[in-house]
């Protein structure tokens, strides 16, 4: 359920969410939680509806669950949300029973407890019918706390006018070295092949790329973190890349993702190609429509040839709350939202699927339905959706997210900024990154460990 506004919401959430003490009262919170009866209750739902249909899916539901009641609470944006969530957990009470999340934050209030461990009612049992990259993330302790509404295979977009006046075959980047070969031609030819400046807008292709490296920048297990941003084989990986792309002015380094600048230059073809999530391409027809027709979405550049492995870049999910005494009814609204029908109806509606049963469908790769004929206009006639389902079905590693995942991305551009206006070297400013980290860590009640 990503989309423009809900990106230039991140940074907020980065900036302005409560940071939930490692040692704090999240167990307890959890533990006032009951399971209820499963078909008799009244629920209270938190979350967002960027796509406005949620009271469809609500009317759905209940007359389905004719004993079950829902009342959403259109809680605004994503960092609205967990502000909420964080605020009703301290208080010890007044949390929903249901309430629906960006994925990186997950972790979060698992780790303290604050969430129902879902594989009580059987949600273990559902892995193989999801895509690995969001399941994955909503992992904590081998137990799912939540269950994914969507997905965002990282993809790599290019504009294919672009890169013929540069000379350079899209379809022929296979690898990250074939990445670099072209982003050399591009630069030659007036263009940038991408941008990235570091800012707290680029974290999330930032834990995408690297997680696609193999990386893993930090490691939780319980209230103990270890961090490793400068030695770890896959950081070490992305961060030599990077920092060639930086040296020889082959990426525009002033412009952030979601700013003014960054439009502009997708609309005028300064900026050429994007590594970003499946569901970039609405935003490119928004944001760019003078290039209508030009852009291209292929697979993920591989580090090694003949590798097929994709990774995550943003997602939405939906959790059971620690405090709800109506613990089973709530789980049959998620599994029905995610799971059941309504998954359905969200990805009928543009919400990009998580579930392979919707992914293999069909309907879903359909050139000639209505709104696939929109973007693949916008894309020269490709068929936009059978290229992301392949990618959304990829084999991904595991990769977890910090339990404090707001002040990684907002200290992320504090410290990641300054590599890429050149001031220091990228290692430098990851190892400065890696020390706030496990400084704020260490604040926040966790015993870290800094290998960086």
């Known amino acids: 359920m990503r989309t423009t506004q809900k990106a230039f919401a991140a940074l907020t959430a980065a900036a302005t969410l409560i940071g939930l003490a490692a040692c704090g009262g999240g167990s307890d919170n959890a533990s006032k939680g009951s399971t209820g009866d499963a078909n008799k209750a009244e629920l209270v739902f938190w979350g967002w509806d960027t796509g406005h249909t949620m009271t469809n899916l609500i009317k759905d539901f209940q007359k389905a669950n ?41 972790t979060q209030f698992a780790v303290t407890g604050d969430l129902a461990d879902l594989s009580q009612f059987g949600a273990d049992k559902l892995a193989d019918d999801f895509s690995a990259g969001p399941w994955n993330k909503l992992q904590y302790n081998n137990k799912p706390y939540a269950l994914p509404i969507d997905s965002g295979p990282e993809m790599f977009f290019y504009n294919d006018a672009v890169f013929k006046k540069a000379g350079v075959d899209g379809t022929k980047i296979k690898t990250w070295d074939d990445y670099y ?21 680029e974290y999330q292709p930032f834990t995408a790329q690297a997680w696609q490296a193999g990386a893993q920048p930090w490691k939780v297990d319980g ?15 992305y961060i030599d890349f990077q920092q060639k792309l930086i040296d020889e002015d082959l ?35 928004n944001g760019a429509p003078d290039q209508a027709g030009n852009w291209r979405v292929a697979q993920l550049p591989q580090w090694n040839e003949g590798d097929e492995t994709s990774a995550e870049d943003g997602g939405s999910a939906l959790a059971v709350v620690g405090q709800s005494k109506q613990q089973a009814a709530a789980y049959k609204f998620v599994e029905y939202l995610t799971h059941g029908k309504g998954a ?24 000639n339905s209505e709104a696939n004929k929109k973007v693949n206009d916008y894309f020269g006639g490709q068929n936009v959706n059978q290229v992301l389902s392949e990618a959304a079905q990829r084999k991904v ?19 990641i900024s300054k590599a890429f206006s050149k001031n220091i070297a990228l290692k430098e400013a990851f190892a400065n990154y890696a020390k706030a980290l496990a400084d704020h860590g260490t604040q926040q009640g966790y015993t870290v460990t800094n290998k960086s």
């Open 223 to 237: 209230e103990k973190i270890t961090i490793d941003m400068t030695n770890d084989a896959g950081m070490k990986k």
């Open 66 to 106: 004719p004993g079950i009641t829902v009342k959403f609470n259109n809680t605004g944006t994503a960092s609205d949300t967990q502000t909420a969530l964080s605020n009703a957990i301290a208080a010890g009470k007044g949390a929903p029973d249901v309430v629906m999340l960006e994925d990186p934050t997950v």
């Open 397 to 415: 590693s595991k990769f977890a997210y910090l339990p404090y995942n707001p002040f990684a991305q907002s200290s992320f551009g504090d410290q």
């Open 344 to 367: 359905q109806t969200m990805a009928d509606t543009g919400t990009f699927p998580s579930l392979k049963s919707i992914l293999t469908s069909k309907s879903f790769t359909d050139p």
């Open 181 to 201: 070969e072209a982003a050399k031609k591009v630069k030659a030819a007036g263009s940038y092949m991408t941008n990235n400046s570091g800012s707290s807008m």
């Open 251 to 285: 990426i525009d380094t002033k412009t952030a993702n979601w700013s003014d600048d960054w439009n502009r230059e997708l609309n005028d073809g300064t900026i050429a190609s994007l590594t970003i999530g499946g569901w970039m391409p609405v935003n490119l027809m």
